[in-house]
């Protein structure tokens, strides 16, 4: 699978953006995808996930209320809206694919990564 993730950019605290991230190379059911992102001297940490065939959705606590997994299924397209952002946001931000949208959240059976984008929130 092959995932291109766009939508990132530099953004005022309180601020809005929407990430997206197009899949291509197979056949959808019963997968999750979702994003994680990565800050400067941190590990890389779970964000948010939607199984494609439930539409189940998963959120880490930090961005929860915040942010909004979406997808479109006719593309298919996977988007985050992230709203009310912080600086502390500021992450490069990777799409993935694997089980489910509960695996994603504990990191297990992701089988692709997409290049990540850069998100910038300043104070």
């Known amino acids: 699978v092959q995932l291109q993730a766009s939508g990132g950019g530099l953004v005022q605290a309180g601020g809005s953006l929407r990430l997206s991230c197009a899949a291509s190379?197979?056949?959808?059911?019963?997968?999750?995808m979702g994003w994680f992102r990565q800050a400067p001297g941190k590990e890389r940490e779970f964000v948010a996930a939607?199984?494609?065939?439930?539409?189940?959705?998963r959120y880490a606590d930090s961005v929860k209320d915040r942010f909004t997994i979406s997808r479109d299924n006719a593309k298919p397209t996977v988007y985050l809206q992230m709203n009310s952002l912080k600086p502390e946001d500021t992450a490069v931000y990777y799409c993935?694919?694997?089980?489910?949208?509960?695996?994603?959240?504990?990191?297990?059976?992701?089988?692709?990564w997409g290049k990540g984008t850069q998100v910038t929130v300043s104070s």
């Open positions: 993935a694919i694997g089980q489910s949208a509960t695996m994603l959240r504990t990191n297990r059976g992701i089988t692709d």
């Open positions: 190379g197979r056949t959808f059911s019963s997968y999750g």
């Open positions: 939607i199984t494609w065939s439930t539409g189940t959705i």
